[in-house]
């Protein structure tokens, strides 16, 4: 088969299905009854950085299980055992509540003391600041999943090929 043509059928497949899963109609039933909100995210209680910076981690990679399978979240975690068999939720009510609990943790680190962390963490309480900034600002600002092709075309064919490459003879 011709690479081009693979590639080329490929990217329409991945944006078929994408797209698809994103409408209301053909999205995945809901285990929740009709009407109900889904379940909270867990609440963020602040301990030692170290424990917060795990937290946010195993969070950030339930919320985007490309990127955990890519990193091999099932591996870290027990609780991202299924991450491998699903894509990102884009469902407002599931964004909103992503949201709140980035804030959350952005807001629990700002309370931590810098001047007790090692330079480890102080650089690790850098980077984290920025990138809740930044998912801040993508999700609750600019709302960039709604225009960005990536959603529906690159991270549905970036899940798959990664699911791939994890398989074995």
């Known amino acids: 088969m011709n690479r081009r043509d693979f590639v080329q059928r490929a990217s329409i497949t991945a944006a078929g299905f994408g797209i698809l899963r994103n409408l209301e109609a053909c999205a995945p039933v809901a285990n929740t009854p009709a009407g109900a909100p889904p379940a909270p995210a867990p ?5 030692t950085f170290a424990e917060l910076r795990d ?11 490309v990127t955990s399978t890519y990193l091999g979240g ?3 975690s027990p609780t991202l055992a299924d991450t491998n068999t699903r894509f990102r939720d884009y469902k407002q009510t599931s964004l909103d509540a992503e949201l709140r609990q980035y804030r959350s ?3 629990s680190i700002a309370a931590v003391d810098v001047t007790t962390l090692t ?6 309480h850098g980077l984290m600041s920025a990138q809740l900034d ?9 709302h ?7 959603t529906y ?14 398989m074995t003879d």
């Open 43 to 47: 609440e963020i209680i602040p301990g």
């Open 55 to 65: 937290r946010y981690f195993v969070y950030h990679l339930e919320r985007n299980p």
């Open 74 to 76: 099932d591996g870290y």
């Open 105 to 107: 943790l952005r807001s």
């Open 119 to 124: 330079p480890r963490e102080k650089a690790d």
């Open 134 to 142: 930044f998912l801040i600002h993508q999700i609750g600002e600019l």
């Open 144 to 150: 960039h999943y709604q225009r960005a092709i990536d």
């Open 153 to 166: 075309v690159a991270e549905p064919f970036r899940g798959i090929d990664w699911q791939i490459q994890q």
